[in-house]
């Protein structure tokens, strides 16, 4: 292959588009409109089943926060005011009110690696970061 074609093969595929010959045919405007719709329409389904399968896992998650606060509710003598305050303290504990937890990435001090501020322990060493001040809001 000369190098004329060789710049028009790589041209051709650089552009989505495709190479028939020497000549540098190249698809229709109207077929790779066609072709960029269908591109277009598989990403759009794509992108709704993953939000489908993300409601399920909001559904499951739900439930088992409900589950767990209706059991602390009848066995301990918490409250419904109390957890509201559990939530929004650890809401504002990025200083943000704006109903999401972030979480912080802390250094262990022992082995130096990346471990997030929400876990006691580091999940390489085992070092106890309480003792550190690394722990998360709620410990």
């Not at 000549?23 to 993953?50: G, T």
Request: net charge negative; hydrophobic share 35%.
């Amino acid at each position: 292959m000369d190098p004329v074609d060789k710049f028009f093969l790589w041209d051709a595929i650089g552009a989505g588009a495709e190479y028939l010959s020497k000549d540098a045919i190249f698809r229709q405007p109207s077929q790779l409109a066609q072709h960029q719709r269908l591109e277009a329409k598989q990403k759009a389904r794509n992108a709704m089943s993953e939000v489908v399968l993300l409601r399920a896992q909001v559904e499951r998650l739900s439930l088992a926060t409900a589950a767990l606060w209706t059991l602390l509710r009848e066995r301990t003598d918490f409250t419904d005011d109390e957890l509201v305050d559990r939530v929004r303290e650890l809401d504002l504990a990025d200083g943000k009110r704006d109903g999401r937890m972030a979480h912080t990435v802390k250094e262990c001090p022992q082995c130096s690696r990346k471990v997030s501020s929400r876990h006691p322990y580091c999940l390489y060493c085992e070092h106890d970061l309480r003792t550190h001040g690394l722990e998360g809001p709620d410990a």
